[in-house]
């Protein structure tokens, strides 16, 4: 081929994009991120550390290194800083346990074709109810996601110096952004609103970031249950909006912003998409998951976000980069 003819090397590697989620998730399950990070930088070293085959462990250095996730200098490993920053255990902001949790969804997507047909799930897989034990195991592991947003929310909203006051989060889950936010501000409140058994894993979670003193939980479904009235400074809907319609995000944009105190403020962050839908790409790609797996749900505009958010009664509202999300404050 010659300079200027298209090769099928990036179609192949989408083609097989599943490679780099089994590769990813089976080096997150023998923490070899982790093993890496504290020196163990050979095959035969990560092998005997996470008490695998020799074989295993360099066919995965292999595909890590396709990824782009290691580097190698002079026959040694390392992670990259990405890897380093968020696949080593016991970080902040870890997402290795999700790398682990998405192995068991790959199935999922061989429903698609059959979804796109239908505009929306095929079956009913019964994963959003109260009482569903895979909380138990997708909470915590979709917590670490948060971490960034929850600490560029923090800085825009200027929680660190702001006081006394009361933050409501509706369908917190594992109640990271108030662990972030009550451990920046040391004298604000925060009341999550959830389903009973996902608040006894959010109450496990901040009683070990040390918070638990000042984190109260309201057991309900945020569609039915009263959020009060100017009862808040601050108002939290993250990572919700792309699982509901448009007319129902209004509903609740409105409720919330009864729920606020005079000049106070609702977060809302998601995976928001360009007004022409030109990017950027995870929201793009993300909105394949939603409908795989909601009846109305989708990656909405900022556009969409804004007129919503005016129909509930809010004029001040701005953007804020969280990637790969999006923070819009409104008040």
Request: charged share 20%; proline share 5%.
């Amino acid at each position: 081929m010659t300079d200027n003819q298209p090769t099928p090397d990036s179609v192949l590697r989408l083609i097989n994009g599943y490679w780099a989620t089994g590769v990813l998730g089976a080096a997150a399950a023998h923490s070899l991120f982790t093993h890496l990070e504290t020196g163990a930088d050979t095959a035969a070293l990560l092998a005997a550390r996470a008490e695998i085959s020799e074989r295993g462990a360099q066919t995965l250095l292999d595909g890590l290194v396709g990824v782009g996730l290691i580097e190698l200098h002079a026959g040694r490993y390392r992670n990259t800083p990405e890897a380093s920053a968020y696949l080593v255990e016991g970080k902040p902001a870890s997402l290795s346990s999700f790398a682990q949790l998405k192995l068991k969804h790959m199935g999922s997507l061989r429903h698609l074709a059959d979804v796109v047909r239908a505009g929306g799930p095929v079956s009913d897989p019964a994963t959003e109810v109260a009482d569903n034990p895979h909380w138990e195991e997708v909470v915590p592991a979709i917590a670490a996601q948060s971490v960034p947003a929850a600490t560029v929310a923090a800085e825009v909203l200027g929680l660190a110096g702001a006081g006394e006051i009361s933050i409501l989060d509706v369908g917190g889950g594992s109640g990271i952004y108030s662990g972030v936010w009550l451990q920046a501000n040391p004298a604000a409140r925060a009341t999550q609103l959830d389903w009973e058994p996902i608040n006894a894993i959010a109450r496990r979670l901040l009683a070990e970031r040390g918070v638990a003193d000042r984190f109260t939980c309201i057991d309900g479904d945020f569609h039915t249950t009263d959020f009060g009235t100017a009862a808040y400074d601050i108002a939290l809907y993250s990572h919700i909006a792309h699982q509901e319609g448009p007319e129902d995000n209004v509903a609740v944009f409105a409720r919330l912003r009864q729920a606020l105190r005079p000049g106070g403020a609702l977060v809302v962050c998601d995976y928001v998409v360009d007004d022409d839908r030109s990017g950027p790409a995870f929201p793009l790609i993300f909105a394949s998951e939603m409908l795989l797996k909601s009846k109305q749900g989708g990656t909405w505009r900022q556009a969409d976000y804004r007129d919503w958010l005016i129909k509930a009664g809010f004029t001040d509202i701005s953007f804020h980069s969280a990637p790969p999300a999006t923070l819009v404050v409104a008040r």
